[in-house]
């Protein structure tokens, strides 16, 4: 089984974090400025790479944290939680895409609800 995800047209660089009990943690990430103004970023769960927190166990601070750096609104950010095809036979390693939408309090994204997305609606959300 493949432990190292390549970068490609979902993750370009790495992103370095604090997780949960302060642990550095780190996951591919892909920021995308759109067209209409809203910035995209695809964050990519790394497995073995990553040596603390995952992303969706994160997922609402990791994504503040994101929005932060990047300067954006609540209403500018999109965020994306992708876990890429680890060649495994285990259903619990295929691709998947997430919308992950929150509720904004105390400057903080809280309250995550995942809605699961296909490629082709992400490669879409990409081009907008």
């Known amino acids: ?3 190292s995800p390549d970068f490609n047209k979902y993750m370009d660089h790495y992103f370095e974090y604090q997780g949960q009990w302060e642990s550095p943690s780190r ?3 892909k920021v ?3 067209k209409d103004g809203k910035t995209l970023a695809i964050a990519t769960e790394i497995y073995r790479q990553n040596p603390g927190t995952p992303v ?7 994504a503040t944290n994101i929005m932060t ?3 954006c609104t609540p209403e500018q950010f999109i965020f994306i939680e992708h876990t890429p095809d680890m060649q495994s ?3 619990f390693y295929e691709e998947t895409f997430d919308l992950v939408t929150f509720n904004f309090r105390d400057e903080s994204l809280v309250d995550p609800r995942w ?3 296909n490629h082709e609606q992400v490669d879409e959300m990409m081009e907008a």
Do not use: D, H, V, Y
């Open 27 to 29: 996951c591919g990430l």
């Open 115 to 117: 809605s699961r997305l």
């Open 32 to 34: 995308i400025n759109r």
């Open 89 to 91: 036979k285990l259903a």
């Open 69 to 71: 750096k990047l300067k």
């Open 56 to 62: 969706t166990e994160w997922c609402a601070p990791l």
């Open 1 to 3: 089984m493949e432990t």
